[in-house]
């Protein structure tokens, strides 16, 4: 079974700063997917950034950016130029190939302070 | 991104009733779709995987009698919570793979938070 971790329940940073929220996971795939999703205080999940294992190239999404060292298994997100609106809580996932549920970490509160 | 709709974003019922929650995918066809559940300031379980045509899948400790998920059409995932009861509050959230990418990332409907007294 795959497993998600974020070692970080909250953390916060400057309005302009720039924050990395940490993901961890355990799998026994070769190929698969990774996800970071934001859901805000409506609930709404929304997604922020995927990566393809078999790509090397680390994915990135206007100020969002992820780290991901698949021999590590280790997956971060880099929020640059941190804005009021990026305050809620982040969730990193794991998915397999194929038609597939996602596994989640228990997420990662981000205030961002003016 | 693709566009999933959750009906109703909020019910309240009484102990012993039951409750209808639709999941529509609205400008994809979703053969599959998933149902998740969020209590309070946790992260998100999945409770089944729902298959258009053919039963759902349960996972562990999910009760496949209490909750009863169908899926007739290709657009269109139900959730049934029957004789709830309080401990069945909680926030439920569906999910369909977009086929235009592959079925490789998966879109959320905004939630239904069910209050059971």
């Known amino acids: 079974a795959q497993t998600v971790t974020q070692s970080q329940p909250e953390m916060s940073v400057q309005e302009a700063e720039t924050v990395t929220l940490s993901c961890t996971y355990d799998?026994?795939?070769?190929?698969?997917?990774l996800f970071w999703y934001k859901q805000p205080p409506s609930r709404q999940m929304i997604l922020v950034i995927r990566q393809e294992a078999y790509k090397q190239q680390n994915a990135t999404e206007n100020r969002f950016s992820v780290n991901f060292q698949k021999a590590a298994k280790s997956f971060s997100l880099k929020i640059s130029d941190s804005q009021l609106g990026d305050t809620a809580m982040y969730f990193c996932?794991?998915?397999?190939?194929?038609?597939?549920?996602?596994?989640f970490g228990k997420g990662t509160r981000l205030s961002v302070i003016a | 991104g693709a566009v999933v709709s959750q009906h109703p974003s909020r019910v309240i019922c009484k102990s012993g009733t039951s409750v209808k929650i639709e999941c529509r995918s609205l400008?994809?066809?979703?053969?599959?779709m998933f149902w998740y559940r969020q209590f309070p300031k946790q992260s998100l379980m999945l409770m089944a995987t729902?298959?258009?045509?053919?039963?759902?899948?349960?996972e562990q400790g999910v009760e496949k009698d209490k909750f009863l998920i169908n899926h007739a059409s290709l657009t269109l995932s139900t959730l049934t919570v029957t004789s709830a009861h309080p401990e069945d509050s909680s926030f439920y959230i569906c999910s369909a793979p977009d086929p235009g990418q592959g079925r490789n990332t998966q879109y959320f409907g905004p939630g239904t938070r069910l209050t059971v007294l």
């Open positions: 799998t026994s795939e070769n190929n698969y997917y």
């Open positions: 400008d994809f066809q979703a053969t599959t």
């Open positions: 996932a794991f998915m397999k190939m194929g038609n597939t549920p996602l596994v």
């Open positions: 729902s298959n258009e045509g053919s039963k759902a899948t349960y």
